[in-house]
T-cell receptor, first 113, second 113 residues
């Protein structure tokens, strides 16, 4: 069983730039969620995708957007990067059943300078 | 609004000591799920356990045990005979009906040899 994989592992961008992070879900999982984890804090929910549609969104501005593809992989796009966007971005996949545990990838460490 | 509180920011113990990590939650829903995750220095969030709101039975898995008490809205996690490999950040999280997992701020556990 293949776990959740994310790329890249680390990324350095300049304020104002745009970034795309990628995630492959665990086999058999059709739901993908993205979380932002600032240093020393718990992860914060960004949004979730199910069957290629956004299925819930946290308190993040529209410059955070995403996609889910037919193979259930997903992308997180962030436009007009700000210094506060520096964080660990975690992707998680889960099954369709209510209450299914989320299985997380190793994350992408984004640094905005 | 839902909320998860992990009052212990950091705990240090000596190997073989028992340690309990506290978690208190707030929710208005009658159906919800509680989780514990472990985050080692590598960054990946590792799923440990899930409990639904209708199952108050305590659970033991090897050196790990969990105490769920709806009357006090608590879901505490005990590690028996701690080991250095248990050193990590531990997160308690709440999932209400829907798709958003709300995390506590985490407890840093340091186990010294």
């Amino acid at each position: 069983e293949t776990g959740v994989t994310q790329s890249p592992t680390h990324l350095i961008k300049t304020r104002g730039q745009q970034v795309t992070l990628r995630c492959s879900s665990q086999s058999g999982h059709n739901t993908v969620s993205w979380y932002q984890q600032a240093l020393g804090q718990g992860p914060q929910f960004i949004f979730q995708y199910y069957r290629e549609e956004e299925n819930g969104r946290g308190n993040f501005p529209p410059r955070f957007s995403g996609l889910q593809f037919p193979n259930y992989s997903s992308e997180l796009n962030v436009n007009a990067l700000e210094l506060d966007d520096s964080a660990l971005y975690l992707c998680a996949s889960s099954g369709q059943r209510e209450g299914s545990p989320l299985h997380f990838g190793n994350g992408t460490r984004l640094t905005v300078t | 609004a839902q909320k998860v509180t992990q009052a212990q920011t950091e705990i240090s113990v000596v190997e073989k000591e028992d340690v309990t990590l506290d978690c208190v939650y707030e929710t208005r829903d009658t159906t919800y799920y509680l989780f514990w995750y472990k985050q080692p220095p590598s960054g990946e969030l590792v799923f440990l356990i899930r409990r639904n709101s209708f199952d108050e039975q305590n659970e033991i898995s090897g050196r790990y045990s969990w105490n769920f008490q709806k009357s006090t809205s608590s879901f505490n996690f005990t590690i028996t005979a701690s080991q250095v490999v248990d050193s990590a950040v531990y997160f308690c999280a709440l999932l209400e009906y829907g798709n958003k997992l709300v995390f506590g701020a985490g407890t840093i556990l340091r186990v010294k040899s």
